[in-house]
Nanobody, 124 residues
Framework: QVQLVESGGGLVQAGGSLRLSCAAS????????MGWFRQAPGKERDVVAA??????????YYADSVKGRFTISRDNAKNTVYLQMNSLTPDDTAVYYC???????????????WGQGTQVTVSS
């Protein structure tokens, strides 16, 4: 069982930055792939970024819409995953969820553990 708690959301002006954090419980954090998803009103929950750690190497994935603006990272010693979001636009407004998967995946259905979500609002 993994419990996830997100923090760091808020209101920011277009062009600004936010950093989301996700603290995970459990002693096997490093064995899980971690992902950030977001869901805007009336839309599907989509993957934003994902990160896995295997054999000492880190693997990342980014949705096309955030490439070059968002950075996902993890600190296995702190059981925490981060999402640094730069150059934010109103289209980034959504509830952002942290999720954990025992599979190296970016598919929503492969993530069994979810946080409660944190609201990110970008004003124009």
């Amino acid at each position: 069982q993994v419990q996830l708690v997100e923090s760091g959301g808020g209101l920011v002006q277009a062009g600004g930055s936010l950093r989301l954090s996700c603290a995970a419980s459990g002693r096997t954090f490093s064995s899980y792939a971690m992902g950030w998803f977001r869901q805007a009103p009336g839309k599907e929950r989509d993957v934003v970024a994902a990160i896995s750690w295997r054999g000492g190497n880190t693997y990342t994935y980014y949705a096309d819409s955030v490439k070059g603006r968002f950075t996902i990272s993890r600190d296995n010693a702190k059981n925490t995953v981060y999402l640094q979001m730069n150059s934010l636009t109103p289209d980034d407004t959504a509830v952002y969820y942290c999720a954990a998967s025992q599979r190296d995946s970016r598919r929503r259905g492969d993530f069994a553990y979810w946080g409660q979500g944190t609201q990110v609002t970008v004003s124009s």
